[in-house]
């Protein structure tokens, strides 16, 4: 209970005791005073404030956290606590949780089998490949060559003296779900590569490399090659030559249904050819028919059709197998450049499920959510700072806070794996997706991060150590912008500079 005197009574009862204090107060020194802000680490702050404050980008808002991974000292921090749409810094979570938890070394394993005996150089019966999500098989692992695996295949093949496959090639890709894309992600990004489907069996990244050559003279149809060249993707050509001198307008889409596509525009007639890539539908067909034409044009002959266990009746599915050979991927330690370093979508997708089969049992997308969320418990970070739709940050159902992205890059830094993370993670001014950025500054060959764009997003986290040697943590996301995402990376490189320039902070 707090007992309330009246004025005058409480000020005769304390008075005795005011006056004791007054006494002692003036035979006892003054307590020092609190000590004051660092006056570098003031400057810093005043001076990140007035970068990210910039009137350009008055509508957008912006998340930034900058840490000192020597003294732990949080230096600068925006919004740290917010949701932001990450864009592709979620790579950042698949990456890192990938390989925290299925390690370095994992590998995919690819199966080949046959459905009847090998008699007298004939396999009598079908060829069935039965996928692992591996995202090796394509030219981005081969030097270019996305056939470079189907063609060491047939060489195993005639190792086991085949030379005739009476049957089919038969595609199973059922070691994940059926769901081609991630949550939420634009149906008007589906032509595109970065948005090409994801399945158990993956070839060349669901891709296909389309190039237009100028016809021979002004009013002509274009020349248009495929690569890998293949049956699987007719091409309806509705494109023209133009005067030289005229606007390159070539555009490649998919038609409505199955896995056509359609070349529209012009090309002028001094532009020697367009190159682009467009995405494929049906990875498991797309697979199996480039798998049977590798093979025939190999010297092995083959009698079926290349099909996709999933369109075959019950009946017509192979009841048994015996595994011939099996392809055993690159380690992980090596696909994550592969990942990281181009920011590739569909490997961050393949990723994910594979978490999900590996630690949950079943390869989808929620199951590998879950187990990205028991990873990132286990490491301290807080679960509702991290609301995940996908494994490679193409959908904006993603959000993520910038505190949550500095504990993963914490995490990381104490991690025995680090160094191959860190490895993986494009290099200012050197590459991946920031060779061409902060070269010929203090940055180039400095800053190891993820960078990270999507529509009116721009991101990027990761790693830099300042002039004075200290190592330090950033993450800067802005949402909502409406410049260009070169205005906002003008931003985050300035105060990048005003870190490296920043005096020891201990």
Known sequence: MTM????????????????SCAAAAASTPPPAPAPAPVPARTGFAAALDSIFGDTTFAGANWGVVVKSLETGATLYERNGGKMFVPASNMKLVTGSTALETLGPDFRYRTVVAATGPVANGELRGDLVVVGSGDPTIAADFHGGDARAVFRAWADSLRAHGVRRITGRVI????????????????WDDMNDDYSAEIGGLEFNLGVAGVTVARGAAPGTAPVVTL??????????????????????????????????????????????????LVAIRNNTAYFSTVLRETLIASGI??????????????AMRPSSRQTLFTQTSPPLSEILHGFLKPSQNQIGELLLKTEGRVLRGQG??????????????????????????DGSGLSRYNLVAPWFLIGILEHMRRSPNFQTFYDALPVAGVDGTLAGRMKGTPLQGNVHAKTGTVSNVRSLSGYMTTAAGEPMVFSMIVNHHTVTSRDADRLAEAALLRLYNLPRTR
């Open 364 to 389: 989808t997308a929620s199951a590998g959510i879950a187990a990205v969320d028991s990873a990132t418990r286990a490491w301290g970070l807080p679960p509702r700072r991290l609301a995940q739709a």
């Open 301 to 314: 002959a083959v009698g079926g059709a290349a099909v996709d266990q999933d369109e075959l009746a019950p």
């Open 227 to 276: 690569d890998p060249a293949t049956a699987y993707i007719p091409a309806t050509v509705a494109a023209r030559t133009a005067a030289p001198g005229a606007m390159e307008q070539i555009e490649v889409t998919r038609q409505d249904t199955g896995p056509g596509i359609v070349i529209s525009g012009e090309i002028p007639a001094d532009t020697p050819a367009v190159r682009t």
């Open 4 to 19: 309330h005197l009246p004025k005058r009574i409480s000020t005769l009862l304390f008075a005795p005791a005011l006056a």
């Open 171 to 186: 595609g199973d890709d059922d070691v994940f779900d059926d769901v081609p894309y991630g949550r939420g992600w634009a």
